[in-house]
């Protein structure tokens, strides 16, 4: 045990994380120069794409310093605000974390957070600034900021380019001498975590776990502690970005993949402990706290009848990410589908687009939503996410939204527009703080639903990718909200209402239905287009009806033909318009995201 080292890399998006990751394994000769490829441990489609890692990698290297052989069990970890909780569940596994920062960005808000989940975790931190072959790099203003807005002790700091391969050897060595050997007791009864999980079409649910004390076996019956299930393991592996290294053990210390051949994905649980069935531990380790949605939306298949396909799909996809949560909902417009929990607009995206690519679904995704409490004139209090759920008007009593604290650090000549946007997301100041002479700090108290459409895209849009921004859920105040509707032909689209703050509510229904007006495609009637508080019609636009010049045919004659003609035209109109149904494109279901813009 005293030769291996687990640990995490952490960093804000962009900071050179993978391409780090991808030197270290090259250093370790994992991996050879013709199978060596970009982002090596982003193995999904999506993260190759975007240049994003969503999901946390493991992979064990060896590393021979001095003559002496060790194992380093490597982690690369996302970057992105919205996918911290796969960051929290690796540094759980690990002794120690390398903070990456960019030598020409410097700290950023995901960094800061980033660093105290690592020493809530009583992690050994290693400063590492990053990409100094910039030709603005600055690792000395940068090694500053570390120290100023982390308060660590930089240094020592490792130089390295990721792009280079400068510093990487330093930068293994510091790893094998700072970073702490685990501690674990071999001869105890099994004690493991299930730090990860994921659908294999042959082999099942595979568990990827750390153990802390004993060993994992090939043929060992094990039991998960908080379902009391046993199995027998079929097959035991280590994590390799190409090819499966088999072993007969997983020893204490160590990180691996336990096969158990489960069809059954709900079995696995994240946070989990294994233990052996015959001699099981006292002690289970303390499971992570589970994820809390920030953002919830309902996702409907366009063809109805795969529902029990997409039913599927979230099953599936729940073991590979365990921070997705689901609920059966129906919708008048929409028909059968699921209320889904994401960490964030970028978690939505990243979801739907999994569940079309990997498991051949079209869908629908409603207008993303918050968590209200509502109390009632009785003295009750009922969560509410869905808006179409509020109930009437005239029995609530308040309605409080959820509140974050929100981190965004920018340059100094991008200040003036982001507090005006701030202040326009309805943003109370609580703290302002100038890092150096043109870099500044803000803590803002801001509602959730102001930040969960389109607040991270204008704030990158202003600073022109500067500013940095992230959030973490505060408290519940109240506030004067409102339930806005949308009727289509006198109809309220259940799935189109929102919750909207009442001074703001007659400018987003106007808005709204001015965008729905470019969508709704023209039928041969005319079809009203309204928003509504209540009964209250607050704002409208007519989709004009598709003419026919029926009076082509009467060529000169009498005008009083002409104008029966028109008349029955009109009458028949009149019909149509009372009986006709309106069919709503998708993207009208959208159009509610762009109400600000």
Request: proline fraction near 4%; aromatic fraction near 6%.
């Amino acid at each position: 045990m005293d030769n291996i080292r687990n640990f995490s890399i952490i960093a804000h998006i962009d900071h050179g994380k993978s391409t780090l990751a991808d030197r270290i394994i090259q250093e370790c000769g994992a991996v050879s120069e013709r199978e060596m490829t970009s982002q090596m441990m982003d193995t999904m489609e999506i993260e190759q794409e975007r240049g994003i890692t969503i999901k946390a990698q493991s992979v064990r290297l060896d590393y021979v310093k001095d003559g002496k052989h060790y194992v380093l069990n490597l982690i690369d970890t996302p970057g992105h605000v919205d996918f911290s909780y796969e960051v929290s569940k690796s540094l759980a596994s690990c002794e120690g974390a390398l903070l990456i920062v960019d030598a020409a960005q410097g700290v950023e808000a995901q960094t800061i957070a980033n660093v105290y989940l690592a020493l809530d975790n009583d992690l050994e931190l290693i400063p590492v600034i990053n990409k100094i072959d910039l030709p603005a790099a600055d690792p000395d203003r940068v090694a500053e900021e570390i120290e100023e807005a982390i308060g660590i002790d930089a240094t020592d700091a490792i130089l390295t380019s990721a792009k280079t391969g400068q510093g990487i050897r330093e930068l293994l060595d510091a790893i094998v001498d700072r970073i702490p050997a685990p501690s674990g007791d071999i001869e105890a009864p099994t004690r493991a975590i299930i730090y990860d999980s994921w659908f294999d079409s042959y082999l099942g649910a595979l568990a990827l776990v750390r153990v802390f004390d004993g060993s994992i076996k090939k043929k060992q019956t094990i039991k998960f502690v908080s379902s009391g299930i046993e199995h027998e393991v079929l097959d035991l592996q280590y994590p390799h970005p190409l090819k499966k290294l088999k072993t007969d053990e997983i020893k204490s210390g160590e990180i691996g993949i336990v096969v158990l051949g489960i069809k059954d994905v709900s079995v696995i649980n994240v946070g989990d402990t294994i233990t052996d069935a015959k001699n099981p531990t006292k002690y289970p380790i303390e499971e992570y706290e589970p994820a809390k949605p920030f953002v919830f939306a309902g996702l409907y298949p366009i063809d109805t009848d795969k529902f029990e396909d997409l039913r599927e799909a979230l099953e599936k996809l729940k073991l590979n990410d365990s921070s997705l949560s689901y609920e059966p909902e129906t919708s008048v417009a929409l028909g059968f589908g699921f209320r889904v929990g994401f960490l964030g607009m970028l978690h939505m995206e990243v979801v739907k687009e999994r569940l079309e690519r990997e498991f051949g679904l079209d869908l629908i995704a409603t207008a993303p939503s918050v968590v209200y409490h509502v109390y009632l004139n009785d003295g009750t209090m009922i969560e509410v996410q869905n808006p179409s759920e509020l109930p009437d008007p005239s029995k609530i009593d308040h309605i409080e939204e959820p509140y974050v604290k929100a981190t965004v650090i920018t340059p100094n000549e991008y200040l003036g527009n982001i507090m005006n946007l701030l202040v326009s997301k309805r943003g109370i100041q609580e703290k302002m703080t100038y890092l150096n002479e043109d870099r500044v700090l803000l803590e803002y108290a801001i509602p959730m639903n102001e930040i969960v459409v389109d607040f991270y895209d204008t704030l990158k849009s202003i600073s022109k990718g500067y500013a940095s921004f992230d959030y973490e859920p505060s408290e519940y105040r109240t506030g004067e909200l409102v339930k806005l509707d949308v009727r289509v032909a006198g109809e309220v689209v259940d799935a189109l209402s929102v919750i909207v703050p009442k001074e703001s509510a007659q400018s987003r229904g106007r808005a709204l239905v001015k965008n729905m007006k470019e969508i709704v495609p023209r039928q041969l009637f005319e079809v009203a287009i309204q928003a509504s508080i209540g009964n209250k019609i607050i704002a409208r636009e007519t989709v004009k009806s598709m003419g026919k010049n029926v009076t082509a045919k009467c060529y000169g004659g009498d005008i009083t033909r002409k104008r029966k003609l028109l008349e029955k035209q009109k009458a028949g109109k009149k019909r149509m318009k009372a009986i006709g149904k309106v069919q709503l494109p998708q993207e009208a279901f959208m159009s509610v995201l762009k109400m600000d813009s």
